[in-house]
């Protein structure tokens, strides 16, 4: 929250920097675990969450079989069991038939699996459901992905509209503004996406990438601070910057380079860093500008407002 494709192991990014939306500057997690552990992972993954969900249907804690069956596919979506969650979702509709629900996140594997034809045309048909929110989300990271901010920023939009206490789609929606050329409008979403959901990593480096683009580095540097950003995942923030703030920053894609990933939300936000949020090989992106913003544009920062989250 960019036309970057980074080719990355399945497993190897959790979440990095921003507009993903899915965003340009990505944040990618080095090495790729063996193939032999991702499918042992995998394999685990699956079975626990099998386990989970016939417990839960054992239990009688769920309303009812279908709901069920799309919490099992909501949270193998959540291990990055992308491809896996497909073939379930086929089985879903063919019980149960479609709905706005199983619509939904059929668009997000399409789209997470880069098969963005047919995640646009998913995402469309969420427009009219009361899962609008989605499908402009959705619309607006697939626009990212190919490189046009502003089409994003449009669509990212209309999303916030729906649901505006979405802390992740604030922040896809600020990188998209970054990446726009937008910074002046960036900082209200990004500071809101924070305070929403101040342990999230990609809220806190799009906001870090956002300072840094600024030329606001001590503000940068006392946020990454405070929420003991790794080393790796610093150098990729500040490197996002610099390439943005170089002469044609804005239109170019950035380099991947190399930084650590956590189990939630990529650093920076598609607009962050989240695995093919913004690219279909599973990139992200980051967002800035190379005029920094008017004197009185941006309030002085406090490290101490920000809660420390999760390393």
Same mark, same amino acid.
């Given at each position: ?39 042992? +992972?995998? !394999?685990?993954? @699956?079975?626990?969450? #099998?386990?989970? &969900?016939? $417990?839960?249907? /054992?239990?009688?804690? *769920? ?43 059929? +668009?997000? !594997?399409?789209? @997470?699996?880069?098969? #963005?034809?047919? &995640?646009? $045309?998913?995402? /469309?048909?969420?427009? *009219? ?54 910074i002046e409008d960036a900082r209200l ?99 800035t500008q190379t005029n920094p913003p ?18």
């Amino acid at each position: 929250m960019k036309t970057l494709d980074f080719c990355m192991c399945p497993s190897a990014v959790r979440r990095i920097l921003a507009f993903v939306s899915a965003g340009a500057a990505a944040v990618v997690i080095a090495g790729c675990a063996g193939v032999k552990d991702q499918y042992a +992972a995998s !394999a685990d993954a @699956q079975q626990r969450m #099998a386990a989970e &969900a016939a $417990a839960d249907t /054992k239990a009688g804690a *769920s309303v009812d079989t279908q709901a069920t069956y799309l919490k099992l596919v909501e949270q193998m979506q959540k291990e990055d069991l992308w491809f896996a969650s497909l073939a379930h979702i086929d089985a879903l509709e063919q019980r149960w038939g479609v709905s706005p629900e199983s619509t939904r996140t059929r +668009a997000e !594997a399409l789209r @997470q699996t880069g098969q #963005a034809v047919s &995640a646009e $045309a998913a995402y /469309k048909r969420l427009l *009219s459901t009361p899962l609008a929110s989605a499908g402009y989300r959705g619309l607006g990271l697939l626009a990212g992905t190919r490189g046009n901010y502003a089409e994003a920023v449009q669509l990212l939009t209309q999303a916030q509209r729906r649901t505006p206490t979405d802390a992740l789609l604030l922040s896809d929606l600020g990188y998209a503004q970054l990446r726009a050329g937008q910074i002046e409008d960036a900082r209200l979403p990004l500071m809101q996406a924070l305070q929403l959901r101040p342990d999230s990593t990609q809220a806190q480096a799009n906001l870090a990438l956002y300072l840094e683009v600024t030329n606001q580095r001590d503000q940068a540097t006392a946020l990454m601070d405070a929420n003991r950003m790794s080393e790796t995942t610093r150098l990729a923030v500040r490197e996002a910057a610099q390439q943005l703030r170089a002469p044609g920053g804005l239109a170019a894609p950035i380099v991947a380079a190399a930084s650590a990933s956590t189990r939630g939300e990529p650093i920076v936000a598609p607009l962050a860093l989240k695995p093919s949020r913004w690219t279909g090989a599973g990139g992200m992106r980051t967002a800035t500008q190379t005029n920094p913003p008017a004197s009185n544009a941006e309030a002085p920062f406090s490290p101490n407002s920000i809660p420390r989250g999760t390393p």
